[in-house]
């Protein structure tokens, strides 16, 4: 069985306001063009197809026009498509049972049948003689439909894996290759360019999954990766999705001749019409860095991130200042990233034990902190307010 792996495209990604139509175009384009000279038995699409629930009528027409186009460049193919955490599972399911009809395969959501039992098998996509790819959507971990009467909310989802695992086997009599698409983060894997302060992510220990599969085909982690120990695989993001995806952007082709066999992998990159680059590299100056967004060629098609040193503080008018610097030019100024000079504080650091910090106040902790850390002392109306605060706690506790 043949593979194309991707996952993680979020069509309709609106990028520090601009609009990233173009470079999701010139991903698909490059897909169709992959697809037509690999000729692969199927194409996966693990999840987060579209970067907000509800995308634009432009960009629910980039994705159907361009999938069509893809299905076309090889026509034996079957595709499966996942729902991530970022689609609306009931929308990306709207015209499944279209699709359906051209080996298109949507799967949203788990479903119950009219016996009110998970219809298991919706999931388990036959491709061809080959195998079977199992289609398992995002559900965040407390959402994990019950099976087991008094199933505690934290295991619901080992059990639903298990479950799923046993109807695989029931229906792979003959030991066909199976893949399994999911959109999850596995414990230990490498998060490189997810701000996790942001949102947190819900790790899953791969044991969890059962071992039941050749390739455990993944999305949701951007950074293309696999996963040690499984065969498994992150492909990561075609396009990358903030700044700190600072690495190379690719599909994943798997190749698994026989159950139980090792699968071949090898990746094939993705060119973005739009770099994301953060200017310059090392954190400088405010001045030096304007001067380095001044000095790119009027014609570079770049989103530009001003990586910053600074002593004291912004300049109010540094967003303005970054804006007129590519005035006339092809980039597009996103924002900054700033980095707070560390300086030697001017007073002696004092050492303090935890009996003389707890004769301390909790202003007189926030002052030494400021001063520890800026080097300054701290404002008196500032002190004043933090000093009224703490009074209000204090009275509303007692
Ligand atoms: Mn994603």
Not at 316 to 340: H, I, L, S
Request: charged share 25%; proline share 5%; aromatic share 8%.
């Amino acid at each position: 069985m043949k593979i194309i792996h991707t996952s993680d495209w979020h069509l309709g990604q609106e990028f520090y306001s601009y609009d990233r139509n173009e470079e999701h175009n010139a991903f698909l384009l490059q897909l169709r063009d992959i697809v037509a000279e690999e000729q692969p038995d199927v194409l996966i699409v693990s999840g987060d197809i579209y970067h907000n629930a509800t995308p634009s009528n432009t960009v629910m027409r980039l994705f159907t026009d361009r999938l069509d186009q893809v299905r076309q460049a090889s026509p034996g193919m079957q595709i499966v498509v996942i729902a991530g955490n970022h689609d609306s599972a009931t929308r990306l399911e709207i015209s499944s049972s279209v699709w359906s009809h051209l080996n298109v395969h949507i799967i949203g959501r788990i479903e119950r049948n009219e016996n009110d039992e998970i219809d298991f098998r919706r999931h388990i996509i036959p491709i061809g003689e080959k195998g079977y790819v199992v289609a398992l959507p995002h559900v965040f971990p407390q959402n994990y439909p019950l099976i087991e009467a008094d199933t505690p909310r934290e295991e619901r989802q080992a059990v639903f894996h298990r479950y799923m695992d046993n109807v695989v086997k029931e229906v792979n009599k003959d030991g066909k290759p199976v893949v399994v698409a999911a959109h999850l983060a596995v414990s230990g894997s490498n998060t490189e360019g997810h701000d996790l302060l942001r949102g947190n992510m819900d790790f899953v220990d791969a044991a969890e999954l059962g071992l039941g599969y050749d390739y455990l085909a993944l999305g949701h982690i951007h950074c293309p990766q696999n996963i040690n120990g499984y065969p498994a695989r992150y492909c990561g993001t075609p396009i990358p999705v903030s700044f700190d995806e600072n690495y190379s952007h690719s599909v994943s082709i798997v190749r698994i001749e026989t159950a139980g066999a090792v699968p071949e992998i090898r990746t094939v990159k993705i060119d973005n019409p739009w770099s994301l680059r953060t200017l310059p590299e090392e954190a400088a100056p405010f001045e030096k860095a304007i001067a380095s967004l001044m000095d790119m060629p009027d014609d570079e098609k770049c989103y530009v991130r001003l990586n910053v040193r600074i002593e004291h503080h912004a300049p109010a008018d540094a967003m303005e200042q970054a804006y007129n610097a590519v005035k006339g030019k092809a980039a597009r100024f996103c924002c900054f990233k700033w980095e707070q000079e560390k300086r030697e504080s001017n007073a002696t650091r004092q050492m303090l034990d935890v009996e003389q910090i707890k004769q301390l106040s909790p202003v007189d902790v926030a002052e030494l902190y400021y001063q520890e850390t800026t080097g300054e002392e701290l404002d008196v109306e500032l002190k004043d307010m933090l000093g009224n605060i703490v009074e209000q706690i204090e009275q509303n506790r007692l």
